[in-house]
């Protein structure tokens, strides 16, 4: 929209009234001709009205919640007879200020540009634990003047806390997948009607090993050694008997040790004393294994002489400017020489969301998702070090923003279905797209990864003003529900009721298909009781505020 003023004119009034129309898609309600022929369509805006009954306007629900000051008032879209309007003044007739039902038509825009939370953390939605750690969730939503925030976070269905945060612990699940959602809303009291915006859905799948992941004691960080001179590190720590013995059942190999290392088994120590040749950085990889249990640790080791005369600083090779569209893959590999054939350590800096680097074979990859295109380019600065002289190189990454499809999506699915579980973010990126068709593409693409878990989205989408969309998630949330069993869902199935009973009014004048998710319940067989007749008490509760 485009907002155009005069300078003469009072400029906060009418620019926040002309906001109104290109912002809000609000209409005007002041009048200017006094005779119409009765008019037979409804208006779009949405405080305008022709229907003269209060109880089945586009705004009852306020007229419910706000008694004696919202009603159905005559005179609006510039027509004295047939429109209402929704209050006596308002900003978009004369007044000073909006009206509820344009206040809130003007949150609710807001609410559709702006996603209502972000640092979730981890980003990544796959994680992987042992048998016996323990795992940080959080989220931060956006500050709302008036505004607050709910978190109610359901694993495998059931809920496990609420909050903004919540911590995992493995030795509380069995060993397998289970998944993680966080079932996010924001309220306002000038939102009544909030549709699918002000909600939110993420979801983490969390592989749990049933091995107990080795910890050793040695740093996980650059150490440095001298030419000539014995380095000693501590691998396990076998200062009480107890460790000792527990020390006893472990393998512990170097898988790249450079010459004249070894590994002194009785101590846990790891021993070495560089020669002038195999001076530089050197990572180096330990494989520490208790039965079939196996992990991968590194060790960085600056090794310099003793006096430092000349030294030549590495060499990174140049690597041109790349180019990405979200959604697809990019990799590509940091060469490195090193004029005094020192051994050279690669690290990076500046890493963006969702990028790896190897640094053991210089490998970067990375899968941009739908919130990470931008006109500036991403500069990553990879950092070369021979244990004496550092020097950097940044790559400069342009992701162009892409159309989002079905076929997109269903790509980084099977990307995720390959080993790159991590994408699974980026498919939940289409549940707050524009397009409808695609939000419920998105809700199918999830549903085939996350199963029976996405029916708190369900309910979600069956809020929006899209009828074809609530119908279609109903539908979804009907079979999920008919599906479900005793054991594996009833949690779940309660959860998701709960949040109809409190939005009925809501819901029901959306979806038409509502019934069909309470029927779904209610016929359930494999259902608990108690499921069963609180869906039959809420499809008979009459609908109100």
Same mark, same amino acid.
Request: net charge positive.
């Given at each position: 929209g485009i907002v155009t003023v005069t300078r003469k004119t009072s400029i906060n009034r009418v620019v926040r009234h002309e906001l109104g129309h290109a912002f809000g898609g609000l209409a005007d309600e002041y009048v200017e001709f006094q005779c119409q022929k009765t008019p037979t369509q409804e208006p779009l805006y949405p405080n305008v009205t022709i229907e003269n009954d209060p109880k089945k306007c586009k705004w009852?629900?306020?007229?419910?919640?706000?008694k004696?000051?919202?009603?159905?008032? *005559?005179?609006?879209?510039?027509?004295?007879?047939?429109?209402?309007?929704?209050?006596?003044?308002?900003?978009?007739?004369?007044?000073?200020?909006?009206?509820?039902?344009?206040?809130?038509? /003007?949150?609710?825009?807001c609410y559709r540009y702006a996603d209502v939370v972000r640092n979730i953390k981890p980003l990544c939605s796959h994680i992987e634990m042992d048998s016996n750690s323990s795992r940080y969730f959080s989220y931060k939503p956006y500050k709302v003047s008036g505004g607050g925030a709910e978190g109610v976070w359901l694993l495998d269905g059931k809920t496990y806390s609420t909050g903004s945060s919540c911590r995992v612990f493995s030795s509380r699940l069995n060993p397998g997948r289970h998944v993680l959602a966080l079932v996010f809303r924001h309220k306002h009291p000038s939102v009544l009607r909030g549709e699918e915006y002000?909600?939110? #859905?993420?979801?983490? *799948?969390?592989?749990?090993? !049933?091995?107990? &992941?080795?910890?050793?004691?040695?740093?996980?960080?650059?150490?440095?050694?001298?030419?000539?001179?014995?380095? *000693?590190?501590?691998?396990? %720590?076998?200062?009480?008997?107890?460790?000792?013995?527990?020390?006893? %059942?472990? &393998?512990?190999?170097?898988?790249?040790?450079?010459?004249?290392?070894?590994?002194?088994?009785?101590? /846990?120590?790891?021993?070495?004393?560089?020669h002038t040749w195999q001076r530089g950085a050197h990572l180096l990889q330990f494989r520490i294994s208790q039965g079939k249990q196996s992990d991968i640790y590194l060790l960085r080791v600056c090794v310099s002489p003793k006096k430092i005369i000349n030294n030549d600083s590495p060499i990174i090779f140049f690597a041109p400017k790349k180019s990405i569209e979200e959604g697809s893959a990019l990799a590509f590999k940091i060469q490195v020489i090193d004029l005094d054939y020192d051994d050279v350590f690669i690290d990076v800096e500046n890493l963006p969301e969702g990028a790896e680097f190897d640094s053991i074979t210089g490998e970067f990859t990375w899968i941009p998702g739908f919130f990470q295109g931008r006109d500036e380019d991403y500069k990553v600065v990879f950092k070369a070090t021979d244990?004496?002289?550092?020097?950097?190189?940044?790559?400069?990454?342009?992701v162009r923003d892409t159309c989002v499809s079905k076929e997109t999506l269903r790509n980084l699915m099977?990307?995720?279905?390959?080993?790159?579980?991590?994408?699974?973010?980026?498919?939940?990126?289409?549940?707050? #797209?524009?397009?409808?068709?695609?939000?419920?593409?998105?809700?199918?693409?999830?549903?085939?990864?996350?199963?029976?878990?996405?029916?708190? +989205?369900?309910?979600?989408? /069956?809020?929006?003003?899209?009828?074809?969309?609530?119908?279609?998630?109903?539908?979804?949330?009907? +079979?999920?529900?008919?599906?479900?069993?005793?054991?594996?869902?009833?949690?779940?199935?309660?959860?998701?009721?709960?949040?109809?009973?409190? !939005?009925?009014?809501?819901?029901? !004048?959306?979806?038409?298909?509502? %019934?069909?998710v309470l029927d779904a319940a209610a016929d359930n067989e494999n259902l608990s009781t108690k499921n069963r007749k609180y869906a039959e008490k809420i499809k008979l509760r009459k609908v109100g505020l």
């Amino acid at each position: 929209g485009i907002v155009t003023v005069t300078r003469k004119t009072s400029i906060n009034r009418v620019v926040r009234h002309e906001l109104g129309h290109a912002f809000g898609g609000l209409a005007d309600e002041y009048v200017e001709f006094q005779c119409q022929k009765t008019p037979t369509q409804e208006p779009l805006y949405p405080n305008v009205t022709i229907e003269n009954d209060p109880k089945k306007c586009k705004w009852n629900y306020w007229i419910k919640a706000a008694k004696n000051k919202v009603g159905l008032y *005559e005179g609006a879209y510039c027509f004295a007879k047939h429109h209402y309007r929704p209050e006596k003044q308002c900003l978009m007739r004369s007044g000073e200020k909006f009206c509820r039902v344009c206040r809130e038509a /003007m949150m609710m825009q807001c609410y559709r540009y702006a996603d209502v939370v972000r640092n979730i953390k981890p980003l990544c939605s796959h994680i992987e634990m042992d048998s016996n750690s323990s795992r940080y969730f959080s989220y931060k939503p956006y500050k709302v003047s008036g505004g607050g925030a709910e978190g109610v976070w359901l694993l495998d269905g059931k809920t496990y806390s609420t909050g903004s945060s919540c911590r995992v612990f493995s030795s509380r699940l069995n060993p397998g997948r289970h998944v993680l959602a966080l079932v996010f809303r924001h309220k306002h009291p000038s939102v009544l009607r909030g549709e699918e915006y002000l909600e939110r #859905t993420f979801f983490w *799948e969390i592989d749990v090993s !049933d091995q107990r &992941k080795i910890l050793p004691v040695f740093p996980q960080y650059k150490v440095f050694a001298k030419i000539g001179e014995l380095y *000693e590190q501590q691998i396990m %720590d076998i200062s009480t008997p107890e460790r000792k013995a527990a020390a006893a %059942d472990l &393998k512990v190999e170097c898988l790249n040790p450079p010459e004249g290392a070894v590994i002194d088994i009785p101590s /846990m120590k790891f021993r070495w004393r560089p020669h002038t040749w195999q001076r530089g950085a050197h990572l180096l990889q330990f494989r520490i294994s208790q039965g079939k249990q196996s992990d991968i640790y590194l060790l960085r080791v600056c090794v310099s002489p003793k006096k430092i005369i000349n030294n030549d600083s590495p060499i990174i090779f140049f690597a041109p400017k790349k180019s990405i569209e979200e959604g697809s893959a990019l990799a590509f590999k940091i060469q490195v020489i090193d004029l005094d054939y020192d051994d050279v350590f690669i690290d990076v800096e500046n890493l963006p969301e969702g990028a790896e680097f190897d640094s053991i074979t210089g490998e970067f990859t990375w899968i941009p998702g739908f919130f990470q295109g931008r006109d500036e380019d991403y500069k990553v600065v990879f950092k070369a070090t021979d244990g004496i002289n550092e020097v950097k190189r940044a790559v400069k990454i342009r992701v162009r923003d892409t159309c989002v499809s079905k076929e997109t999506l269903r790509n980084l699915m099977m990307l995720a279905e390959n080993g790159h579980k991590s994408v699974m973010r980026h498919v939940e990126y289409g549940l707050i #797209t524009y397009d409808a068709g695609l939000r419920m593409d998105a809700l199918e693409i999830l549903r085939e990864y996350y199963g029976d878990s996405v029916l708190v +989205d369900c309910l979600r989408l /069956m809020k929006s003003r899209n009828t074809s969309l609530a119908n279609s998630a109903a539908d979804m949330a009907a +079979d999920i529900i008919a599906r479900s069993n005793l054991a594996e869902r009833d949690g779940l199935v309660r959860f998701c009721l709960k949040a109809i009973a409190q !939005d009925l009014w809501e819901i029901r !004048d959306r979806c038409p298909n509502l %019934d069909k998710v309470l029927d779904a319940a209610a016929d359930n067989e494999n259902l608990s009781t108690k499921n069963r007749k609180y869906a039959e008490k809420i499809k008979l509760r009459k609908v109100g505020l």
